[in-house]
Each structure stands twice: as structure tokens, then as C-alpha cells.
């Protein structure tokens, strides 16, 4: 049983609100938004960090990386939108399950 927060969000456990789900990832809302929009997207596979990534990992990067400007799309980020991958605790990371921020504000 795993203490991760997002594991927990990726099982159901506890709620989220989520926009994009399929079977190798998830996308929610982040609960303390920095921008208007400002949403997660995680793999369902635990893992802590881009640093905890290795080439089992190339093809889920991939398609998580393809799938981000599809969601902020969907979001109505069609002037552009920051990405963000905080790793360790020097790069600010705070949840230990790798993600990647996505923030705009919609036009
Ligand atoms: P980090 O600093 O690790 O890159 O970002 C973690 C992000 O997760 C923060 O922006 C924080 O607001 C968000 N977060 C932390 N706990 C929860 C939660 O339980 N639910 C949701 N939706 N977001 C969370
Ligand atoms: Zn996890």
C-alpha cells in the first residue's frame, strides 16, 4: 500500500477532478491552481521523478508529451500554455510521483 497522493487520485481513492483519463495516464486539476487553467497529468505508473525515468519509460514520456498540448486545447489554451516538471526537492518538487504541470489562461 503506497502513501502517494497522485497514486491514490490514480486509483480512485481519493478524488480529483479529472479531465483526461486512459490505461498509462491521468489528467486532473491541480488543487491550488497558479494560473486560470492549471492542470496534472501523471502516469499511472508510480515513479518519482523524471530523474526515477529510464528507457521503460520512452514510450509513456512520449505519449504524455503529445498529449499535453491536446488537453490544453481542450482547455482553451490556443495562445500557448506553460509546461512544468518540478524534480527533487531542489527543483521544487513537492509530490514524489512524477508529473507535469500544465497552465494557461484560455482565450
Ligand atoms: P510539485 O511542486 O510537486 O511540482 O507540484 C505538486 C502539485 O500538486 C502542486 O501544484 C499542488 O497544488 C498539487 N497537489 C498537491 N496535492 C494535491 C491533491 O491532493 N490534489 C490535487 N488535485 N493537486 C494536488
Ligand atoms: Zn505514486
Do not use: W
Not at 63 to 82: D, I, S, T, W, Y
Amino acid at each position: 500500500m503506497t502513501d502517494c497522493i497522485f497514486c491514490k487520485i490514480a486509483d480512485k481513492q481519493i478524488p480529483a477532478s479529472v479531465v483526461y483519463e486512459d490505461d498509462e495516464m491521468l489528467c486532473f486539476k491541480d488543487i491550488r491552481p497558479a494560473a486560470p487553467v492549471h492542470l496534472l497529468l501523471i502516469p499511472k505508473e508510480h515513479f518519482d521523478s523524471l530523474a526515477h525515468a529510464g528507457p521503460p519509460h520512452e514510450a509513456l514520456l512520449g505519449k504524455m508529451m503529445l498529449k499535453v498540448p491536446q488537453l490544453a486545447a481542450e482547455h482553451g489554451l490556443r495562445n500557448g500554455f506553460k509546461t512544468q516538471i518540478n524534480t527533487g526537492s531542489g527543483g521544487g518538487q513537492e509530490v514524489f510521483h512524477l508529473h507535469v504541470h500544465i497552465m494557461g489562461t484560455p482565450v
